[in-house]
Nanobody, 113 residues
Framework: VQLVESGGGLVQPGGSLRLSCAAS????????MRWFRQTPGKERELVAR????????NYADSVKGRFTISRDNAKNILYLQMNQLKPEDTAVYYC???????WGQGTQVTVSS
């Protein structure tokens, strides 16, 4: 099982980023998927969830209306479109399935002017 997150970076407040998560080693299309984030000293926080076929999504209140989770089951890729970014969105972002498998390295998102 391998989950490889990418797409993070430094962005100004109000900006946008699109994160990607390339999945391999399991049947991606059969699993609900989730994005998490973590900042130093805090527990990992669930940000967004999408069901196996993309028909149902859920978001943390803190990102609702700004972030959009999506997936491409043909390519085994999970996405997180992040708009109207705020400094409090700064974190390392991770993807994982539900139930969870091994964690990837994550991708750093820094929102700062």
């Amino acid at each position: 099982v391998q989950l490889v997150e990418s797409g993070g970076g430094l962005v100004q407040p109000g900006g946008s980023l699109r994160l990607s998560c390339a999945a391999s080693g399991f049947t991606f299309r059969r699993f609900d998927m989730r994005w998490f984030r973590q900042t130093p000293g805090k527990e990992r926080e669930l940000v967004a969830r999408i069901d196996w076929d993309g028909d149902s999504t859920n978001y943390a209140d803190s990102v609702k209306g700004r972030f959009t989770i999506s997936r491409d089951n043909a390519k085994n890729i999970l996405y997180l479109q992040m708009n109207q970014l705020k400094p409090e969105d700064t974190a390392v972002y991770y993807c994982n399935s539900d139930p969870e498998k091994s964690w990837g390295q994550g991708t750093q998102v820094t929102v700062s002017s």
